[in-house]
């Protein structure tokens, strides 16, 4: 498949995006005090470093099948780990950074929605909107841990 350069730049973008999300998520599952959030960081970082891949894909020709790539993380049902009185600092910081993760994955969201219309493959709108869906599980199992955690 032959991208135009108008669709090139728009992957590309994306793929910047991508590649920050990764580094984001990284970055903030060494920064994490509660070991089940750097657990769902380390997840999300990895569906993550996905979307940068199959975003290579794109750029080399190939569109990834979306019926075998995952649909999200249905099924995930946070445990416990700050009360809802706890008012520490670990809990403060954590708190933080879902609250960023949140407001990064409706952004990131934002610009799939917008660039999917770019593209005439529907192939690769199927793709993007894939990847747009997963961004959306993301930011849900990162408010299910908040409200689980009373930081919501």
């Given amino acids: 498949m032959q991208l135009t350069e108008q ?3 728009v992957i590309k973008d994306l793929q910047t995006q991508e590649k920050t999300c990764v580094e984001k998520y990284r970055f903030y ?16 970082g990895d569906e993550e470093q996905e ?15 979306v ?3 995952k649909v999200g993380m249905e099924g995930y049902r ?8 706890d008012n520490s600092e670990a ?23 917008d660039d999917l219309f770019r593209f005439n ?4 709108r199927k793709l993007l909107n894939h990847i747009q869906t997963e961004e959306q599980n993301h930011a849900e199992m990162i408010y299910k841990y908040k409200t689980t955690n009373g930081m919501a």
């Fill in 91 to 113: 809990k403060h910081h954590d708190q933080f950074l879902c609250t960023d993760c949140i407001a990064t994955e409706k952004l990131v969201s934002s610009t799939y929605n």
């Fill in 78 to 85: 946070p445990e416990v780990t700050y009360s809802a009185g």
């Fill in 51 to 65: 979307h940068f891949d199959s975003l290579g894909q794109v750029l080399r020709g190939d569109v990834p099948n």
């Fill in 29 to 44: 599952e060494q920064s994490a005090n509660d070991t089940r959030l750097k657990e769902l960081f380390h997840r999300i």
């Fill in 121 to 124: 493959a529907t192939n690769v």
């Fill in 7 to 9: 669709e090139n730049n």
């Fill in 67 to 69: 019926a075998s790539a």
